[in-house]
């Protein structure tokens, strides 16, 4: 099975991933995926043909993103770029062992839903979201609003999932539930 492991920034999905690598399961993250396939030609092409933001054979990272989380539609167009070469590769990482696979999905939207057996939603309370990412990144809090407006909104992606795990806890409990989640998903197979 294909699972999503879903969450809004900084709710902690990069960490629950490292957790399930932890209990010997295939993960992956798209975006390490979409860092690989931004470094190929044919995405820099694609995507030079929508945004004034690649020089010299490099993608302006920053650039990209001022433009598309101001911009719902230029970031939908940018979606409809990368999602498609992101999907290939996952299902390509997949084919090569059919066990199941989790999948970090940090854009996810409702269109992604269909790609997955099953879906995982990492929830946290929106301040201590906020606190996290002001801690790591240092962005402002006025940016990581505008970031969280563009992302599916907690309820929808709560409503998509098949199960919940709530981070708002100490790392020994976010494991269990963790390996609770695993162990209910293996014995589907």
Do not use: W
């Not at 092409?45 to 945004?51: G, Q, T």
């Amino acid at each position: 099975m294909k699972i999503a492991v879903i969450g809004g920034i900084g709710s902690g999905k990069s960490y629950v991933l490292n957790l399930i690598a932890g209990f010997n399961e295939r993960v992956c993250d798209c975006d390490a995926i979409y860092k690989e396939i931004a470094t190929t030609q044919k995405y820099k092409s694609e995507l030079a043909k929508y945004f004034d933001v690649v020089k010299d054979g490099v993608i302006d990272r920053q650039k990209l993103g001022q433009i598309v989380f101001s911009d719902r539609e230029k970031l939908q167009l940018l979606n409809s770029v990368a999602h498609p070469l992101v999907f290939e590769r996952i299902d390509r990482i997949y084919s090569e062992n059919k066990s199941n696979l989790y999948v970090e999905v940090s854009a996810f939207d409702e269109k992604m839903a269909d790609k997955f057996d099953r879906i995982i939603f990492v929830d946290s309370d929106k301040s201590l979201r906020v606190t996290r990412i002001s801690d790591r990144s240092g962005y402002s809090k006025e940016h990581i609003s505008k970031v969280m407006r563009e992302q599916m909104s907690p309820e929808n992606m709560k409503r998509l999932a098949d199960y919940v795990i709530q981070n708002d806890c100490d790392s020994e409990t976010l494991r269990q539930r963790v390996k609770a989640v695993i162990n209910e998903i293996n014995s589907l197979n």
